[in-house]
């Protein structure tokens, strides 16, 4: 009775164990351990395509880049916590015709769980100052907390753009 009772309590463990499957492991070796290389990898090309939506000024594609429950901090701009604030902060950005923006990671870190990772770089961007119409460049970082999602994907969950010193004039 005893070893039936064992074997039954391993059986149930086991089930439970297995149905602890947290969306797709794509992202992980035959030993478990997360591929942070590899997920480095799959961040900067979701940044480049993000780059791609910003220019492209396509703002459900970009407004698709955040997890429902999404912050993002824009210079000047109040916290964007839910999908119609940022997608009115997207919406007035990629209105601006003359709006050029690149920005590429210097870093991304992948958390050893698989779950989360952040990338952090810098960019530039050229837009028309609101009250001169002049154009307007600015520099300077950012930085984007990522998770991944249940189907696998990932979506940035806090991005923060911090502007860089003022531009200084050149002699001419």
Not at 101 to 107: K, T
Request: hydrophobic share 40%; with cysteine; charged share 25%.
């Amino acid at each position: 009775m005893r070893t039936a009772t064992l074997i039954a309590t391993a059986a149930a463990v086991g089930l439970l164990l297995s149905g602890c499957h947290r969306g797709d492991r794509s992202d992980f070796d035959q030993t478990g351990i997360t591929d942070t290389a590899a997920v480095e990898q799959q961040l900067r090309d979701i940044e480049t395509q993000w780059m791609a939506d910003y220019n492209a000024r396509n703002v459900d594609a970009l407004a698709a880049h955040y997890a429902d429950d999404a912050a993002l901090a824009n210079p000047g701009e109040e916290l964007a916590t839910d999908a119609r604030s940022r997608h009115e902060d997207l919406a007035q950005l990629v209105a601006d015709p003359s709006l050029q923006l690149n920005f590429e990671a210097d870093r991304a870190m992948v958390a050893k769980s698989g779950d989360l990772a952040y990338t952090r770089g810098h960019f530039t961007s050229q837009t028309k100052d609101p009250a001169g119409k002049l154009p307007k460049v600015e520099s300077g970082t950012y930085l984007t907390v990522w998770r991944k999602q249940t189907d696998g994907s990932w979506k940035a969950i806090e991005d923060a753009v911090v502007p860089g010193p003022p531009e200084t004039a050149t002699a001419g």
